[in-house]
T-cell receptor, first 114, second 116 residues
Framework: DAGVIQSPRHEVTEMGQEVTLRCKPISGHNSLFWYRQTMMRGLELLIYFNNNVPIDDSGMPEDRFSAKMPNASFSTLKIQPSEPRDSAVYFC????????????FGEGSWLTVV | AQTVTQSQPEMSVQEAETVTLSCTYDTSESDYYLFWYKQPPSRQMILVIRQEAYKQQNATENRFSVNFQKAAKSFSLKISDSQLGDAAMYFCDLPPLVCVGNMLTFGGGTRLMVKP
């Protein structure tokens, strides 16, 4: 079975440019999470969707970040404009929204903003 | 709010020896689930073991086991017969039942080094 698929795997962009990260969750999963991982702050939950609806986006650092889930099989995380401090690994994860179900992570998108 | 604390930023173990990674947490929930994830250098997070809080029996998965002490809110991971492939970051996770506020659901991680 295909796992959570993220793209791009690696992205290097210049400050001020728009960055779009993409995620395809595991088929049948109805919860989707975007995480950011940095050395300073570890793994942080940015936003959580349930049945394509954003449930909690309080983890999104600022208005430059936005996330959408137009359908059950696709989500995007956009940063506009990007800044060097946005450099991090961004993980998408999905699960069935029942208590105790394992969250499956994608392989991550490595973002470097120079 | 829920918190997860991993007090050991780094640990090292000799190959074939046993090592224990600590995790403490705080939650007001009575029923919850705890997880340990492994993140090798490739960055892919892998589920290691899962513990249901209402079960008194400690979870075990091959060489991995937990010491779950609910009253003390402690959830340590024991790795027996350590192998070179066990070298990775290990994250303790207490997923929230409801996403409320800006919660860091993972502990800070413990980097495990395995010496040959």
């Amino acid at each position: 079975d295909a796992g959570v698929i993220q793209s791009p795997r690696h992205e290097v962009t210049e400050m001020g440019q728009e960055v779009t990260l993409r995620c395809k969750p595991i088929s049948g999963h109805n919860s989707l999470f975007w995480y950011r991982q940095t050395m300073m702050r570890g793994l942080e939950l940015l936003i959580y969707f349930n049945n394509n609806v954003p449930i909690d986006d309080s983890g999104m650092p600022e208005d430059r970040f936005s996330a959408k889930m137009p359908n059950a099989s696709f989500s995007t995380l956009k940063i506009q404009p990007s800044e060097p401090r946005d450099s991090a690994v961004y993980f998408c994860a999905s699960s069935l929204s029942r208590v105790g179900n394992t969250i499956y992570f994608g392989e991550g998108s490595w973002l470097t903003v120079v | 709010a829920q918190t997860v604390t991993q007090s050991q930023p780094e640990m090292s173990v000799q190959e074939a020896e046993t090592v224990t990674l600590s995790c403490t947490y705080d939650t007001s929930e009575s029923d919850y689930y705890l997880f340990w994830y492994k993140q090798p250098p490739s960055r892919q997070m892998i589920l290691v073991i899962r513990q249901e809080a209402y079960k008194q029996q400690n979870a075990t998965e091959n060489r991995f086991s937990v010491n779950f002490q609910k009253a003390a809110k402690s959830f340590s991971l024991k790795i027996s017969d350590s192998q070179l492939g066990d070298a990775a970051m290990y994250f303790c996770d207490l997923p929230p039942l409801v996403c409320v506020g800006n919660m860091l659901t993972f502990g800070g991680g413990t980097r495990l080094m395995v010496k040959p």
